[in-house]
């Protein structure tokens, strides 16, 4: 059976994670992903190096992607865009605008070479306000959001170090990126797609901005302690710590229950998850007791057979070796020249019954494909060599 998207041609000019890794989504699905790279590697290639001369960051994005070097703002390098583009489906660049025009590679360039191409970008800030022009990464979402205030202390924010503001604008350009192509098999237009960092970040933190603007709650910082339910902390254990999570009454029925403390039930303190909120200190202090006289694995053997949500707070070599991380089988080794072992890539975390990820391929070398590339778009040996010669590859 074919893959989803085989057929599909996509550029991937992006940087970092928010474009690279809507590139990486739709390779996952069969798209014939082409990463376009500076010359000397692009950024995500070093941090956090691994071996072989890339970073952690770089084996996640580009799995199942092919690889090539050109300099898209020389002259040579401006007609083997135009070319790419008349042969491509997508082009993903989360580039200033500025540099986008300056590249050649702004959408009204590039409908001049295919009318019907589907261009997806994103920024910080968006395109239009008192922001617009400023860059920035996944941690200006989290701070202009309200997300980064409401995490730590009210003496001390705190930036979440995984960057769930630009994995979720991949999510969401990657979902419109399908929508596009599903609008142009219906119409045949094709369509520019605008994420922003900070518009995701807005859109994941709703909920807090939506009461504040309705209640005027001013909640402030609780650190772990959850402010609309309780118990929801994390809590320390004989041998570690572990996360509580009780939203509603039957789940807060069963862990009064639990606690033997069955009065609990009728104190009006207590009645619903807004209160519990308010009085969470109070449910904490008894949930604190309780754990620090149990391992971590029989808190959550115990809570576990009781229906109550609550988990191991792990190291991230306590993730590896965990056997439910292990069952789940979205890390998958993955090989590239020079790395001491195989890397574990995490795969789409979805599981479709008709609908199926292609067979892992490993992330390209720098330029691996460019001169097999540059042939399929016509370029003789000699041209490539040329190109090669001035450096516009």
């Known amino acids: 059976m074919a893959a989803l998207l085989q057929g599909i041609r996509v550029l991937d000019f992006g940087r970092y994670i928010a474009g690279p890794y809507c590139g990486a989504l739709l390779a996952e699905y069969g798209a014939d992903v082409i990463r376009i790279e500076k010359r000397d590697g692009s950024e995500d290639r070093f941090p956090a190096q691994v071996g072989g001369g890339v970073g952690a960051l770089f084996l996640q994005m580009n799995r199942n992607k092919r690889s090539i070097t050109l300099d898209p703002a020389s002259p040579e390098g401006r007609k083997v865009v135009a070319r790419m583009v008349k042969t491509a489906d997508v082009v993903i660049a989360n580039l200033p605008e500025a540099t986008l025009v300056s590249m050649g590679l702004d959408y009204p360039t590039l409908c001049t070479y295919r009318p019907d191409i589907i261009f997806v970008t994103n920024t910080a800030f968006g395109t239009r306000g008192p922001m617009a022009k400023n860059v920035g990464f996944d941690g200006i979402g989290q701070a202009m959001s309200g997300a980064a205030y409401m995490t730590g202390s009210i003496d001390q924010p705190h930036r979440f170090s995984a960057p769930w503001v630009d994995f979720s604008t991949a999510l969401h350009c990657a979902f419109g990126t399908l929508a ?157 020249p020079g790395l001491p072992k195989p890397a574990p890539v995490a795969a789409v975390p979805l599981w479709m019954t008709e609908t199926h990820p292609v067979p892992r391929r490993r992330p390209p070398q720098l330029g691996e494909h460019t001169d097999a590339f540059m042939g399929e778009l016509g370029y003789t040996a000699q041209e490539i060599a040329a190109m090669r010669d001035s450096k516009t590859i």
């Not at 609780?222 to 009780?246: C, E, H, Y």
């Not at 949930?287 to 109550?308: F, P, Q």
């Open 180 to 336: 596009a192509l599903m609008e142009r098999a219906k119409t045949g237009k094709g369509q520019k797609i605008e994420g922003a960092l900070l518009a995701t970040a807005i859109t994941v933190n709703n909920a807090s901005l939506i009461e504040q603007a309705l209640t005027q709650v001013n909640r402030v910082p609780t650190s772990n302690r959850g402010q609309t339910a309780a118990p929801s902390d994390i809590f320390k254990a004989k041998d570690g710590w572990v996360l509580v999570a009780v939203t509603g009454n039957p789940l807060y029925r069963r862990w009064a229950k639990l606690m033997g403390e069955p009065e609990w039930l009728t104190d009006p303190r207590f009645a619903t998850d807004d209160d519990r909120g308010r009085h969470a200190a109070i449910i904490s202090e008894r949930m604190n007791r309780w754990c620090a006289e149990r391992s971590s694995d029989e808190i959550v053997k115990i809570l576990g057979d009781a229906m109550i949500p609550c988990a191991p707070v792990l190291k991230p070599q306590e993730t590896l070796d965990h056997p439910q991380v292990q069952a789940l089988g979205v890390l998958q080794d993955t090989d590239y």
